[in-house]
């Protein structure tokens, strides 16, 4: 059965990373996406036709969260490395490397202004840096287990972070104090954010729930239990009325945060989907997972130019502001259970006709770096500006293209060196191709080496407290 045209409908897709990937984020002029990988690199995809797709090579492992500012002139990622970069998103690729964390970085997040930048880790630690001077300014420690995901509020006053302590924390950017904490017993949560009026915020779970919490009230205002996997992602549409959620079942679901209930399933993923974003004007949203690749959907069912909105959003810098329509989401906790009015949407039984899908990419190659560290915040000079090139990787372009679309591929890559000119020779590149994905089967195995012995000792540590119990009632009673 086809769509409807007020439903969600699959563009385009994109193919380009050679590992899942792990976020995604549009430009805020919706004209760019760009998404991190296991495979180490960013990539940098434009929605005009036959235009070149951009691959950053920088990080040394896993690149775990993007994300554009908010004025699209710097990209922000964050890596296993231990590293977070600052990208300039074009083809030179000038970046900047932040080394304040001392095990990987999970998530990176600019405030709304563009002046700050929160990265949260699996040290325990949630770090802010200042993006003018870049540099350092202070870190909120309070998480007790790795960090997951730090997120501004959208005034900037405020903080939320998760943690695989089960807890998800409000920290004050004004006096660096958590003045919230939400608890779980079941689960962690993998991601958390905002609404966009600031109010509420929403949690993606390892025990397969959504969550909506009223932070003015402290009260958790809605309770969905949709997804048969963990929850590994969600996503604010900009009129806050509708959550997209993420999850390791394979699909997408949609959320009608004013009705409370679940409004469209969708297919698509070859295994589980690990991000999901809305544009910033909602009409598009993109998804990413396990398969390697992005699929760009347009959203259909409410669509909304919010500008007039995220700045009156953005006014609202009190708990105490009176509340508007955005506001009145059900004011009772709301166990969802799946009904049968939802609308599942399968693209590979629909969809025939799609854009092409895997553009021709060029990797960009930068040796202009500047490196700031929490203890000196001290900047090092660039190491030269003429080094910086880029190539094309044939191996990336599609065999299957008809002879027009090869020809207007070529034109639009007339300007990029031929194969004598090349910095590294192609032979040697596939090599490197070849040991990079070695690598990222030995890094995927360690990271479930390490769960599985994170998961030891927490059981080690809870037979050790019972252990202790039962000996304090023993001797309580001899």
Not at 38 to 63: C, E, I, Q, S
Request: aromatic letters at 10%.
């Amino acid at each position: 059965m086809a769509s409807a045209t007020e439903d969600p409908v699959l563009e385009r897709y994109f193919k380009g990373h050679k590992a899942a990937l792990t976020s995604l984020d549009f430009s805020s002029n919706g004209k760019q996406l760009a998404t991190a990988s296991w495979d180490t690199f960013l990539m940098l995809w434009n929605f005009k036709p036959h235009a070149r797709a951009y691959r950053y090579v920088g990080h040394k492992d896993v690149v775990t969260s993007v994300q554009f500012s908010p004025h699209g002139n710097l990209l922000a990622s964050a890596s296993r490395d231990r590293t977070v970069r600052l990208w300039i998103p074009d083809k030179r690729g000038k970046f900047s490397e932040f080394k304040a964390h001392t095990a990987p970085v999970r998530s990176v997040d600019f405030s709304a202004d563009g002046q700050f930048l929160a990265t949260a880790s699996e040290d325990k630690s949630i770090k802010v840096w200042n993006m003018y001077r870049q540099r350092f300014l202070y870190s909120l420690y309070r998480h007790t287990h790795w960090v997951r995901c730090a997120k501004f509020s959208p005034d900037g006053r405020l903080i939320v972070s998760c943690s695989e302590d089960k807890t998800i924390k409000i920290w004050d950017t004004t006096n660096k104090q958590c003045v919230n904490n939400f608890s779980d017993f079941t689960g962690f949560a993998n991601f958390v954010d905002f609404n966009p009026s600031g109010t509420c915020i929403a949690s993606a779970g390892s025990d397969q729930t959504v969550k909506v919490w009223d932070i003015r009230v402290n009260k958790l205002l809605q309770h969905y239990q949709v997804h048969s996997g963990g929850v590994n992602c969600i996503s604010f549409h900009p009129s806050g009325n509708y959550l997209i959620t993420a999850s390791s079942d394979g699909t997408l679901k949609i959320l009608d945060l004013l009705e409370g209930r679940l409004i469209y399933t969708l297919q698509g993923h070859t295994g589980p989907v690990f991000t999901v974003s809305f544009s910033k004007g909602g009409e598009l949203f993109a998804s990413g997972g396990a398969d390697t690749q992005v699929l760009l959907w347009r959203t259909n069912f409410d669509e909304l130019h919010c500008k007039g909105l995220n700045k009156r959003n953005l006014k609202r810098l009190h708990f105490d502001s009176p509340p508007h329509l955005l506001d009145i989401y059900p004011r009772t906790p709301h166990p969802h259970e799946e009904k049968v009015e939802t609308v599942e949407i399968n693209p590979k039984l629909e969809v025939i006709d799609l854009q092409i899908s895997t553009p021709p990419v060029v990797d960009i190659l930068s040796f202009d770096s500047t490196t700031t560290t929490e203890t000196s915040g001290r900047t090092l000079p660039d190491k030269g500006e003429e080094v910086c090139g880029y190539f094309l990787n044939p191996s990336l372009l599609s065999l299957e293209c008809s002879p027009t679309t090869t020809k207007k591929k070529t034109e639009d890559m007339s300007d990029l060196p031929s194969e004598s000119q090349r910095s590294i020779p192609l032979a040697v590149t596939d090599a490197l191709e070849h040991i990079m994905e070695q690598l990222n089967v030995l890094t995927q195995t360690v990271s479930i080496l390490e769960q599985r012995l994170t998961l030891t000792e927490d059981k080690l540590k809870d037979c050790l407290e019972n252990q202790q119990k039962l000996f304090s009632a023993v001797q309580q009673k001899s």
